[in-house]
């Protein structure tokens, strides 16, 4: 999909500013946030980053629209497809860091459950699922498509490296033919919404702690999994 001008202008500042430890830069094409100078390292000397540069001028972004306005872009450098998630907001439009800083960071155990509940819905672990699920009546239909021995691996490498956000009030999240917000209601009934960064979008996971542990609210898993098995059935 093509990408809007301002989308695209925001993504190669953002990686421009990365590679040259520009801060201020990074600034300007980043929404706020108190850790940004974590990814303006040192500037590197510019003959060492130059071909770099050029690449990130030169190289054709690719994009998905996401909810709430946002765009997730596709950015092949060096070999390796980068994903940036860009806000807009009118005219102007900003890199969403906190993906990135995640990275940073290690998993508390909503992010780790998620991450399990992930790995589980891609390899068609049903007793992974049924254990991580605050209810788990229904998941079965998510473990229906089991992958070849042979790809388990790789999927298990994509859950693993998922980046996970946490989002706060009034952010926008994804379901099946709707758009949810996180609200007061969430608040009340002790429900954190994550969001995990895929090629293929932005993922909300939905977790509630049962038992004094932390469990995956699999309800609009589940509902997606079976309008595509009704899509598909009518095909």
Do not use: K
Request: charge should be negative; charged fraction near 20%.
């Amino acid at each position: 999909m093509d990408l809007p001008v301002n989308v695209t202008v925001a993504a190669r500042a953002f990686l421009r500013a990365m590679l040259t430890g520009d801060l201020p830069l990074l600034q300007r094409c980043a929404m706020p946030h108190p850790q940004l100078a974590q990814l303006a390292p040192t500037r590197p000397p510019l003959a060492s980053i130059a071909p770099v540069l050029a690449e990130i001028e030169r190289v054709t972004l690719h994009g998905t629209a996401l909810v709430g306005d946002r765009w997730l872009v596709q950015a092949p450098l060096g070999g390796m497809v980068h994903l940036l998630v860009v806000q807009q907001r009118g005219n102007e439009a900003r890199v969403d860091a906190r993906y990135l800083l995640a990275f940073q960071r290690s998993d508390d155990e909503r992010s780790q459950v998620a991450r399990a509940f992930y790995r589980a819905m891609l390899l068609g672990d049903l007793a992974a699922l049924q254990t991580l699920s605050f209810d788990p009546r229904g998941v079965e239909v998510l473990a229906e498509a089991s992958p070849p021995a042979g790809e388990h691996d790789q999927l298990a490498h994509v859950a693993a490296t998922m980046s996970l956000i946490e989002l706060g009030l009034g952010e926008a999240f994804a379901v099946p033919n709707a758009m949810q917000f996180v609200d007061a209601r969430h608040v009340e009934l002790g429900i954190v919404v994550l969001s995990g960064l895929t090629p293929n979008g932005e993922i909300p996971f939905l977790l509630r702690q049962r038992d004094g542990e932390w469990r995956v609210i699999p309800n609009h898993f589940i509902q997606s999994a079976t309008l595509a098995r009704a899509g598909a059935a009518a095909q």
